[in-house]
């Protein structure tokens, strides 16, 4: 290291970073200021180890981030403060572009892989890489840009035109071996380079050792690259300029853009082309776009699960085509009509399933998605979540609506003046006469409720609100065979939505999980009971009446159906009371009453329900109460 060093372990001359200069291109520049190989330079400043005989490697996580003991080292050596060392690399950025969260070496020394998250083959500028001018970039030349490593950034805002990735020369990606290996410098032995030259092997190398590079200018673009008509190129530009802006100061109110964005490429590409129709695509975009995934289905045929075992397909690498899939995305993702959106996403979803399901289930599971979008994309049937196949992930069986309200504010049914308002007219178009048709309404209502604001299955749902599985699942499987077809569905969903903006409304919603936990394992008590009949003897020849009160109070104070009544549910007493008629009979008998005593205890016990819905709403148990209520 004689004459390369000052003091030990220090450069004897280094640089400083350009703005927004990647790791590749620092040592780039300074093995050129040097005189000395990228590889030499590697081993010098602790990046790649010195091994006699051996080719030094230079991997492309390195890009992302170096090891605290590397990233040290390194900043020694060069000079640099341990913050400049650190904005050579991409994982300051992950918090505005979340995929390079998922790539470099992880805490636990794994290597973490996501096609999204960079490009090892930059794309580039050749004005920018020819220098602003500057006596310094005059001679080692401009900045190797960090940003162009992310497959978001496909255009140069300040000169107004898309980046290149390909050599003009030997037309080949830059940082990619001929067998598709990447790494952070190419060919980083043997050859004392300008920055700005192409360090791809030259095209009729052949086997020669040492094999000859391309040595390109890569400053200056052949004729006819990166060419588009300046209307396109505008749109493209303007869709640049709002990338940069969200990369540059990341917002709370959207941390999920981009991997909404990436979701959404993969879908249109995975459906292509029926987003050309979906989305009245320009054409020009369209063909740039149709050339990169018709080249992409012909490299993975014979490849059921992708490329390498990925199932992620990755971002196209000319600047145009890329441009082109993400201005698709984004107009998908920031649709201005939130039903349209769900319409288009929709169609495209049924037209990936059909044509690829392995790559659109790893839609959801390979990435965290907003909930509009996993709105969007979750399938549905009956208008609930579908709980099998494709598109049914439980990633995707998220709340299907933004609410003021909690699954723990619906009761098992419907309240009956909310039913009648607004979903009695759904219910007399149903084909097959039931008096059983509200109660199924009612119950299917706070089923898609506890949906809308929980999420999950119908199953999770009716667990959540204290209905058997069995029930929810037969009362909407009725209630679906007496809707004569989807146009009368809709108008129970709009109910729905309806319906659920009142209780958005509502400031003093009622905690019915609170009163269905307060009284479940609840029975009048013995001296309230004595209270609510005193004075009336007919009640006597009636067994279990307080029983069959009981129910009737917990129905009415939970709005919940009675054979869902702990009572009734869980002591095994199925419809009969012990020692006693019919519960159901009896019930219907009791609430039917006009005259006599059980007309009177009908109008004590409607008393006394407001006073134990009271004593739920306050914490206090209804048997804790004194002797009379």
């Not at 990647?22 to 780039?28: A, K, W």
């Not at 602790?46 to 590397?70: D, I, N």
């Amino acid at each position: 290291m004689t004459g390369t060093l000052g003091t030990p372990g220090t450069l004897a001359r280094s640089l400083a970073p350009l703005p927004e200069e990647s790791l590749p291109g620092f040592l780039l520049r300074l093995a050129h200021r040097l005189n000395r190989t990228p590889a030499r330079i590697a081993v010098l400043t602790g990046l790649a180890p010195y091994r006699l005989g051996h080719t030094v490697k230079l991997p492309a996580h390195l890009l992302v981030a170096l090891r605290p003991e590397s990233a040290a080292r390194f900043a020694a050596t060069t000079r640099l403060t341990p913050d400049e060392v650190q904005a050579l690399g991409l994982r300051p950025r992950q918090v505005a572009y979340p995929p390079i969260a998922d790539a470099g070496e992880r805490q636990d020394g794994r290597f973490g892989s996501n096609v999204w998250a960079f490009t090892a083959a930059s794309r580039f500028c050749p004005p920018c890489l020819a220098g602003d001018g500057t006596a310094v970039q005059d001679a080692h030349g401009g900045s190797w840009r960090l940003p162009w490593h992310l497959p978001v950034v496909f255009a140069c805002t300040r000169h107004q035109r898309l980046l290149e990735h390909l050599c003009p020369r030997c037309r080949r990606p830059l940082n990619v071996s001929v067998q598709g290996r990447a790494a952070l410098i190419l060919h980083p032995t043997g050859h004392v380079l300008h920055p700005g030259q192409c360090r791809n092997h030259a095209p009729d190398a052949g086997t020669r050792k040492p094999r000859p590079v391309c040595g390109a200018d890569l400053t200056s673009a052949a004729p006819g690259m990166g060419a588009i008509p300046d209307t396109d190129l505008g749109v493209l530009l303007d869709l640049q300029s709002r990338l940069w802006t969200r990369l540059a100061s990341p917002t709370a109110a959207e941390p999920l853009f981009f991997p909404d964005l990436i979701a959404a490429s993969q879908l249109i590409t995975i459906s292509w082309p029926a987003a050309v129709d979906e989305l009245s695509l320009p054409q020009l975009q369209v063909d740039a776009l149709d050339e990169h995934i018709h080249a992409v289905r012909r490299r993975t045929a014979d490849r059921p699960h992708g490329d390498n075992g990925r199932i992620v397909i990755g971002p196209p690498p000319a600047a145009a085509a890329c441009a082109s899939l993400l201005a698709f995305s984004e107009r998908l993702i920031t649709h201005p009509d939130p039903a349209g959106a769900r319409d288009a996403v929709q169609t495209l979803a049924r037209r990936a399933v059909e044509r690829d399901r392995t790559r659109f289930a790893g839609i959801v599971r390979r990435g965290q998605i907003s909930l509009p979008l996993a709105r969007a994309l979750a399938v549905q049937r009956g208008g609930f979540h579908a709980t099998a196949g494709v598109g049914t992930s439980a990633a995707l069986r998220v709340p299907t609506r933004t609410c003021r309200f909690t699954a723990q504010e619906i009761p098992q049914l419907l309240p009956a003046a909310t039913y009648e308002r607004h979903l009695a007219p759904f219910t007399t178009r149903l084909t097959v006469a039931s008096r059983n048709n509200a109660r199924l309404v009612r119950r299917a209502a706070t089923l898609k409720l506890a949906e809308m604001t929980g999420g999950g299955t119908l199953a999770d749902g009716a667990r959540l609100l204290g209905i058997p599985r069995g029930h929810a699942l037969s009362g909407l499987q009725q209630l679906r065979l007496r809707t004569a077809g989807e146009h009368a569905w809709q108008q129970f969903l709009l109910g729905l939505d309806t319906i659920a903006a009142e209780l958005d409304d509502q400031e003093d919603r009622i905690d019915y999980q609170r009163r269905r936990t307060t009284l479940e394992d609840w029975i009048i008590p013995p001296a309230h009971w004595a209270y609510l009949a005193d004075g009336l003897p007919g009640l006597d020849a009636t067994p279990g009446l307080r029983t069959c009160a009981s129910v009737l109070v917990w129905t009415q104070v939970t709005e919940g159906e009675h054979l869902f009544s702990p009572l009734v549910r869980d002591r095994g007493w199925g419809r009969q009371l012990p020692g006693g008629p019919d519960l159901v009979h009896e019930l219907t008998y009791l609430t039917g009453a006009r005259r006599g005593d059980k007309a009177r205890l009908l109008t004590r016990l409607a008393a006394y329900t407001q006073q134990t819905a009271a004593w739920c709403d306050s914490g206090i148990r209804a048997d804790d109460q004194g002797a009379t209520p």
